[in-house]
């Protein structure tokens, strides 16, 4: 019986469906937040409010690769993470270092500060569960990687 953690689980079951989640909710609240803030006002914090839905882009592609189990997919998704994780890291070293940029805060200001600091670990976490679940050279498209040393 597996715990739904180990290698041998594909990649949107078990803890990764918590993860696909995880990424499917930062989706849909930084869609939202981004049309909103386009929408009604961009002109008050334009650098913010693209950041916003470039974050929110991210967070859409992620999800979606994130679900799918082909290696084409889990290339995708490292990107994606990767992108992420940067896109965190930058914008939010750049709101402390230069808040004049950012009169209003953005998916990854401080961060991820206004939403608990979850845009800064949810890429880590990304990441170690793709590295956990890559695709063998040697096995077929969406077949799980196994024998990783914790089976």
Known sequence: MTSGTGPSTPRNRGVGMLI???????AVSAT??????????FDDAPVAYSLSAFAALVYVFATLALARTSAAAWRAALV???IEMVGVLTVGSWTFLN???FPEATV?????????FVPLVLPF?????LWRHRPS???????PRTGMGTD
């Open 137 to 143: 050279r040697n096995l077929p498209s969406g077949v």
């Open 20 to 26: 696909i989640t995880a990424y499917g909710i930062f």
């Open 32 to 41: 939202a937040r981004a049309l909103y803030q386009i929408l009604v006002h």
């Open 108 to 116: 990854w200001s401080h961060f991820g500060q206004g939403y608990g």
């Open 99 to 101: 808040p004049t940029l």
């Open 125 to 129: 976490l990304g990441l170690y569960w």
């Open 80 to 82: 994606a993470v990767l």
